[in-house]
């Protein structure tokens, strides 16, 4: 798996074969392959509405609701809610009764919610490719925050590190900017949100809250630093 789609999620389908398509996600491009089982095809018309219409998303971690037929479906955290009016959505000819809790994402976001937002997935577990409250990845958790903040950023680490302002220096640093971290190689395999300039918050066996230094992140349980910091980006300005 190298990533998940959640709820509201769109894509283009580049090629079939047999039961499994490959897509192209439209909110970061990322490739990969989906039973097709796994999604509603939309008409052009309400594929072209849904790109133009405000993004509403999903801030419940879980949340069940049913469909115009009875079947239930379940929310995770971060959703994209199509064609929202404030107590259903809709995809394709399905519509959905919702009255979890919403936000209608903007372009303008502050410090401290984008770090309210990261401490609502604290403890989650960590999975390889995971998007969602079940499991989630680092960069994935990255880009999930981001995203509930208006802010698209890619799904990869080492992509991400390449936009964003540098930070110099650590006590330079801003609740919410990013922190990326290499391995002996130089590649980035790893990022984090940092609450303040000596503590971070990020997916490493779970969301977890660790040490934050010049030097990287100090894991207390292992005693030792669990990884090297390579640089410091700041995205919200």
């Given amino acids: ?19 499994w398509q490959l897509i192209r996600i439209t909110f ?17 018309v309400d594929y072209k509405s849904i790109m133009q219409l405000p993004l509403f998303v999903s801030l419940d971690l879980i949340y069940k ?13 971060g959703s994209t809610l199509p064609f929202f009016n404030g107590s259903a959505f809709s995809i394709g000819s399905k519509s959905y009764s919702f009255a979890g809790k919403s936000f209608q994402v ?40 981001y995203k509930v903040n208006g802010i698209n950023l890619p799904r990869d680490a080492n992509q991400q590190s390449a936009l964003g302002e540098i930070i110099d220096f650590v006590n ?15 590649q980035i395999i790893h990022v984090g949100i940092l609450l303040a300039p000596d503590l971070i ?22 005693g030792c630093y669990s990884h090297k910091l390579r640089l410091i980006k700041r995205f919200i300005f």
Wanted: proline content about 6%; aromatic content about 10%.
């Fill in 28 to 44: 970061d491009g990322y490739e990969g392959w989906i039973d097709n089982k796994q999604y509603l095809p939309l008409k052009p």
């Fill in 172 to 186: 330079e640093v801003q609740p919410g900017d990013l922190a990326f971290f290499d391995n002996n190689e130089g």
């Fill in 65 to 77: 609701c049913t469909d115009n037929e009875g079947e239930t479906l379940l929310i995770p955290f």
């Fill in 106 to 145: 903007d372009a303008k976001t502050n410090n401290s919610r984008l770090i309210e937002t990261a401490l609502t997935l604290l403890n989650v577990p960590y999975l390889w490719g995971g998007r969602s409250p079940l499991g989630i990845d680092c960069s994935a958790f990255v880009q999930l925050v």
């Fill in 1 to 19: 798996m190298v990533t998940q789609l959640l709820i509201g999620d769109t894509f283009e389908v580049l090629e079939s074969k047999g039961v």
């Fill in 201 to 222: 918050i990020h997916a490493s066996g779970q969301v977890r809250k660790d040490s934050f230094d010049h030097n990287g992140i100090f894991n207390p349980a292992l």
